[in-house]
């Protein structure tokens, strides 16, 4: 009786957890931006700053920091499995090596997780759980995809019949020469030639990467 009784009432200690676990806190945070904004230097930054707040006072507007609640901070076992963990420990080499570099680039999204351990302000919550945590998810999210999102209310010959549209006109008109002429040589009705798509492919990123820079100009 007494076996079943305990399996079915929680001890003390397991009530605590329960709570502790009940009154921690998540928050997820995208950074995002296009290539080379500086998404990946920002986000070992804030790493950085978070995991060595109890040595200085690099983050005067943490209210957690500033009053002297926080009890520590470290990385964790990030939630989404399926998501590349986000380099911190490679990038900060990068930056503090010698000679310093900046970290070498990346083109896909990333997460890492911390965990930051604080004193409750809250009176009642102090009487409970002393000691809560924070977790931060901060994901690296690349701005292209973005921007790529109007593309989920078209269809694949909407988005066709879109681009040959702007090629129409310049300064698309002379950029996409290259890839316009390969693709009007391609007879539809032949049977699938991995290498003409593979070059077709390539053709259409240089003419698109030729867009971008024309833009940022
Ligand atoms: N001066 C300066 N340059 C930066 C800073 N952050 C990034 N950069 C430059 O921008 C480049 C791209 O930064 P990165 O974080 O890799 O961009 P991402 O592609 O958005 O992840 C770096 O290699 C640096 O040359 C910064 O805080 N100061
Ligand atoms: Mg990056």
Redesign the pocket.
Known sequence: MNKWFSRLSPTSQQLEERINRSLDRQVKLAVT??????????I??LVHQLLHGLEGTHLPFFQIVNSGRLRGTKVMPQPDMHIPSFRYDRAIEQLCGEPPT??A??SGISEIRLAVRYLSQNLLLKQISPINTLYIDII?YPGEWLLDLPLLELTYEQWSDQIAATCQTEPRLSLSTAWRSYINEIDASESVNEATLRQASILYTAFYINVKLLNMV
């Open positions: 931006g296009l290539s080379r904004s500086g998404k990946t230097v920002f070992t930054s900046w970290p680039p990346t690296d």
